[in-house]
């Protein structure tokens, strides 16, 4: 089968393993999201129903993992969902414009994801030590600045620091979730308010609001497409590395979300600011909690390290195939990597990190990456199947094409509830196409090259 955008690996180094690939997806996955956002997703719900929202992220998740796993097995390069669209709606015409779509929204909504968690960090840094609005933003911009530096390395480096880094993850929920099983009250988890389950358009729109912060906490199940120049047979391991994170993360977030709600009551959960100190304050007294602060500060460096470290590969892959700037396309001389990328996306997030406000930055991401990355993937693994046929897809999604519909009709909705914030999605989407045409024209790509040969 031939591989498009076959340069994009010849300088990159194969050296992630599926063992690597799940611990990178996990550490992503999980990050600061859980902890800052369990508070709002209680309060969305208004009970211990919210743990419907957790597993309605779970399985739309698993249903767009599917179309990572067809995609990314098929196309396993750097930058990931460039090369999808690029390919999926065609090299030489729409392709062009959606790939460049996605690089052009790549410069704010990674940022914006790494800011995210930087400032989530800033946040539970609070409850070990008050800091001021100026002390919080340095805290958040100092940590986009280690972490660059923690990434300025080799990618097989990087895979052993990944696999360090997921360690202290998973042991941490495990941690959690044992405390919560040791001293659970059912009659404090399930103590459900009147009407409940009352499965009214209010009920909806109170899931729909908790879903933005849940499918927020799940996002990073793809993140070794991106990297999919680095992974070693990449065409068993991806499929593999999408799924078993997911499954692995949706059962420490039930785990862990019912465990706090069966110490917690809900109606104290639902305003805490630092709801996993307190959860575990409650347990095993302050010095406990404030240990447990300090692991979520760490699965919180995790994320951000992990964030970092796939969109880097983005900007290269576009600047290599001539649709973005030279300049991203250089890699370090000795160590093998695209550090003027890494370089210009952790300068971005350190600006964000400093200016903006978590829940913002939470829905300004989903905003910004539902139409053109998720419903654009979900449409282009259709329009690949028609193109190339199934034949030489080396994964093929179970049930075809219901994930994929189910998919884009799942992030419609989410584009929906994201609110006012979906104007400045489409603002930067018409943004972005104006950029583009500009650019076309001077190159004398599509859609102009035919005016010119006319």
């Not at 692991?295 to 590969?313: E, T």
Request: charged share 10%; glycine share 10%.
């Amino acid at each position: 089968m031939t591989t498009p955008n076959k340069a994009a690996d010849a300088g990159l180094e194969r050296g992630l393993g599926l063992k690597e690939a799940v611990a990178l997806n996990m550490i992503e996955i999980v990050g600061i999201g859980p902890f800052v956002v369990s508070s709002l997703v209680i309060r969305a719900m208004g009970g211990p129903q919210a743990l419907l929202a957790w597993l309605a992220g779970a399985l739309l998740a698993t249903l767009d993992g599917f179309v990572w796993s067809e995609l990314g097995a098929a196309m396993p390069k750097a930058g990931g969902t460039y090369v999808f669209l690029r390919e999926a709606y065609g090299p030489g015409r729409w392709g062009r414009l959606m790939s460049f779509l996605f690089v052009w929204q790549t410069f704010v909504q990674a940022p914006l994801s790494i800011a995210s968690a930087s400032i989530g960090f800033a946040r539970y840094v609070g409850y070990l030590h008050p800091l001021s609005t100026l002390e919080t933003k340095l805290v958040s911009g100092g940590l986009v600045v280690f972490l660059v530096i923690l990434l300025y390395r080799r990618i097989t480096t990087i895979g052993k620091i990944s696999v360090l880094l997921w360690a202290g993850v998973v042991g941490t929920m495990l941690w959690l979730i044992w405390g919560g099983v040791t001293h659970f009250h059912a009659k404090i988890a399930f103590d459900f308010p009147p009407g409940a389950f009352h499965l009214s358009w209010v009920w909806f729109a109170g899931l729909g609001s908790a879903m933005v912060n849940t499918i927020y906490s799940y996002w990073g199940y793809y993140n070794i497409c991106h990297l999919g120049g680095e992974i070693k047979d990449p065409e068993k391991n991806i499929p593999r590395g999408i799924f078993l994170s997911i499954a692995g993360i949706a059962v420490l977030y039930l785990a862990m979300q019912t465990s706090i709600l069966g110490v917690v009551p809900w109606r104290e959960a639902q305003n805490s600011k630092f709801i996993v100190s307190t959860f575990v304050e409650r347990l095993y007294g302050p010095h406990a909690a404030q240990l447990a602060t300090a692991m979520v500060l760490w699965i919180a460096l995790a994320s951000v390290f992990s964030v970092l470290l796939g969109y880097s590969r983005v900007p290269y892959s576009a600047a290599l195939d001539g649709n973005f700037f030279p300049v991203f396309a250089r890699l370090h001389p000795t160590k093998h990597f695209p550090h003027i990328s890494l370089l210009v996306l952790g300068a971005l997030a350190f600006l964000f990190s400093v200016t903006l406000k978590l829940e913002t930055a939470i829905a300004g991401i989903l905003a910004m990456r539902l139409l053109v990355q998720f419903i654009g993937q979900a449409i282009g693994v259709m329009v690949l199947r028609k193109r190339w046929g199934a034949e030489r897809l080396p994964f093929k999604m179970w049930l075809y094409p219901v994930p994929a519909v189910l998919t884009m009709l799942g992030w419609a909705w989410l584009f929906w509830q994201t609110g006012t914030t979906r104007k400045w999605g489409l603002a930067e989407i018409a943004l972005g196409a104006l950029a583009f045409l500009i650019r076309a024209r001077e190159v004398r790509q599509w859609p102009f090259e035919s005016r010119q040969l006319s």
